[in-house]
């Protein structure tokens, strides 16, 4: 048996709130993973929808106070759905900066700056 990586980029596993949106749906659910070309998103069991290669706007409300939501493109690639619920792996189709800023925050100030 051969494992094949789907991903170019290094995911990181993590646990972020965040809503998809398509032109005519919205639901809510968990990041469960993330790379900077895209993530695996869950829904609840009875949130599927039926996004598969639409566009859609993978959306992360938790911003810095003051500072409007992050918004990243992305295409559904592929669908699971399981007891848990239905898992979603988006592709993200524009730019990967406000990706990077999620994976890569800036550093923590030390105490002698």
């Given at each position: 048996?051969?494992?094949?990586?789907?991903?170019?980029?290094?995911?990181?596993?993590?646990r972020?709130?965040?809503?998809?949106?398509?032109d005519?749906?919205?639901?809510?659910g968990?990041?469960?993973?993330?790379?900077?070309?895209?993530?695996?998103?869950?829904?609840?069991?009875?949130?599927?929808?039926?996004?598969?290669?639409?566009?859609?706007?993978?959306?992360?409300?938790?911003?810095?106070?003051?500072?409007?939501?992050?918004?990243?493109?992305?295409?559904?690639?592929?669908?699971h759905?399981?007891p848990?619920?239905?898992?979603?792996?988006?592709?993200?189709?524009?730019?990967?900066?406000?990706?990077?800023?999620?994976?890569m925050?800036?550093?923590?100030?030390?105490?002698?700056d």
């Amino acid at each position: 048996m051969t494992n094949v990586r789907l991903r170019q980029h290094p995911r990181f596993d993590t646990r972020l709130f965040a809503q998809l949106e398509s032109d005519e749906q919205c639901t809510d659910g968990l990041i469960l993973d993330i790379s900077a070309s895209g993530c695996q998103f869950r829904t609840a069991p009875d949130q599927s929808l039926p996004l598969n290669g639409r566009p859609l706007t993978l959306v992360l409300p938790l911003a810095e106070p003051g500072k409007a939501a992050t918004r990243i493109p992305a295409l559904v690639r592929n669908r699971h759905t399981g007891p848990d619920g239905t898992r979603y792996g988006l592709q993200f189709t524009g730019s990967v900066d406000a990706v990077m800023k999620l994976l890569m925050p800036e550093p923590i100030p030390s105490a002698t700056d």
